[in-house]
């Protein structure tokens, strides 16, 4: 029985979609007016884990994201860079979609362009003006929070805390209440623009005059579109919940007087670097390319994926070292496991390891998807089947079962298999070399043998003896 904890409820409730065997997902998307970063970069690969697992239990998942490409960020980035926001966004989104593909997110069924919904944006607020829960003033159409009884339901705040610590809630003097957010913000007056100044703002025609849609009113347009006024779950970032979140939920169901708008909702757990937030200012703003410099995709996979995704994580160089070592603890196994030639058949079928760590594996997953568990469960059969290895106990059959069970694993976890290297070829020479130190070895001439060994080493080679054979490894 699979369990998921909803941010709405705070406890974890038996998922079951609003269609049996259908679910509507959906994904808050980047604002693309920079870089991808660690942060997107946490997200994106767990939702990209939890859509893959949902598909291997049974359900036909649609898998929906947008992507915000006209935004306040976007158009003073544009200035900076004086070009337009237009121009600027589809740079910023062509590089948001190389980093995904390079980490192996590639689980979303669509994504949704902001500027490609705009009239399902117009048709929502007008909705919200004509029930009187938004209000049109000097430079933009505001929705009125007091006008809705359950707003702070999702982050249990009231309407007098709404401002509270909170980020992009629009300021404009003319608001009711501070807490009051932009549906449609109006184009400013034309300028007279100088040589090489960047373009104006982008603009669109609506009933009240020409203008462009405020954030949190993009989600809702695009999933109502696609969705309904209803859906099964919604993810994001923690940072999210409040306002972005808490906004989408006040539009929606005051539009359509349905509730709840959501499920379930799931938040990732807040990334700190060395400590500390992320920032440029603090001088450790690290985005996905500078990382991949230095280190494989499934490295920053395997890193994310040993903390539940609702913990807060900490990034710093000593845990992404020891993800790579267990990673390449990982790849030795399967290595091992690949070359067996034993024959022998497994002594106990019905307690194997496979069996094990699947029951553990599947028993963790289903529990809110805890992958920590659930990698230990890994860990556990590849200490296990080392140990069985260096006995000589691991059979041919048993090895199909390890493979068979690791790549299952893999299709939604991705760091096993996916994105690995193809399988160095070794050299003529140095497979010689093997051959005729494994025969000084059964002559138990281990003086000769360990010559070679030595120069096998300053060849860049280690031998492992086992009682499968002899183990070889690039330096």
């Keep these: 029985m699979l369990k998921v904890y909803s941010s709405l409820s705070r406890k974890k409730e038996v998922f079951k979609p609003r269609k049996p065997g259908r679910v509507n997902f959906f994904v808050c998307g980047p604002t693309v007016y920079d ?10 690969i767990v939702f990209d884990m939890i859509v893959k697992y949902l598909r291997k239990r049974g359900f036909d998942v649609f898998y929906l994201q947008n992507i915000t490409n006209i935004d306040d960020k976007i158009i003073k980035r544009a200035k900076e ?42 048709s929502q607020v007008d909705q919200l003006l004509k029930k009187s829960i938004a209000y049109k003033i000097e430079d933009g159409i505001y929705y009125d929070i007091k006008k809705f009884k ?93 306002p972005h979140h808490e906004a989408e939920i006040a539009q929606m169901e ?11 909702w799931l ?15 603090f001088k450790n703003f690290i985005t996905i390319k500078d990382f991949l410099k230095d280190y494989s995709p499934r490295v920053l996979r395997l890193f994310f994926l040993k ?44 307690k194997t390891l496979v069996l094990q ?6 028993v963790t997953m289903d529990d809110d998807f805890n992958t920590p568990k659930a990698l230990a469960a890994i860990f556990k059969l590849v200490n296990q089947g080392n140990i069985l290895l260096a006995k000589g106990k691991l059979s041919k059959k048993d090895a199909r079962d390890i493979l068979k069970f690791l790549k299952d694993a893999d299709k939604f976890s991705g760091f ?40 096998l080493k300053k060849k860049g080679w280690l031998v492992e003896d086992t009682k499968g054979g002899p183990n070889l490894k690039k330096m």
């Design 81 to 122: 860079k004086k070009t337009t926001p237009a121009e600027l966004a589809s740079s910023f989104e062509k590089t948001f979609f190389e980093d995904m593909e390079i980490l192996g997110v590639n689980s979303i069924t669509k994504y949704a362009r902001a500027t490609d919904h705009i009239a399902e944006i117009i």
């Design 357 to 362: 760590a699947k029951k553990e594996f599947e």
């Design 254 to 264: 005051a539009i359509s007087g349905k509730s709840p708008l959501v499920k379930y």
């Design 35 to 44: 870089l991808p970063h660690l942060g997107h970069a946490r997200t994106y």
């Design 267 to 281: 938040h990732t757990g807040f990334l700190t670097v060395d400590g500390g937030k992320m920032g440029k200012s």
């Design 416 to 455: 096993i298999f996916w994105g690995k290297s193809k399988k160095e070829t070794i050299p003529t020479g140095i497979m010689r070399l093997v051959q005729e130190r494994e025969k000084y070895r059964k002559s138990n001439d281990y003086k000769k043998a360990d010559e070679i060994r030595q120069e």
């Design 307 to 350: 903390s539940h995704y609702r913990s807060p994580i900490d990034y710093n160089k000593k845990v992404i070292l020891q993800a790579k070592k267990e990673l390449e603890r990982i790849d030795e196994f399967i290595d091992k496991v690949q070359r067996t030639e034993n024959k022998k058949q497994k002594i106990n079928q019905k």
């Design 150 to 242: 359950d707003y702070g339901k999702l982050s249990r705040r009231t309407t007098q805390q709404a401002e509270d610590g909170a980020s992009r809630i629009d300021e404009s003097k003319g608001k009711r209440n501070k807490g009051d957010f932009c549906l449609w913000k109006f184009s400013p007056p034309p300028l007279k623009l100088l040589k090489g100044e960047a373009s104006p703002e982008p603009k669109w025609q609506s009933p009240w005059g020409n203008g462009r849609p405020g954030w949190h009113i993009e989600d809702t347009a695009i999933t109502e579109k696609y969705f309904g006024p209803q859906y099964d779950a919604h993810g994001g970032g923690r940072d999210l919940i409040f």
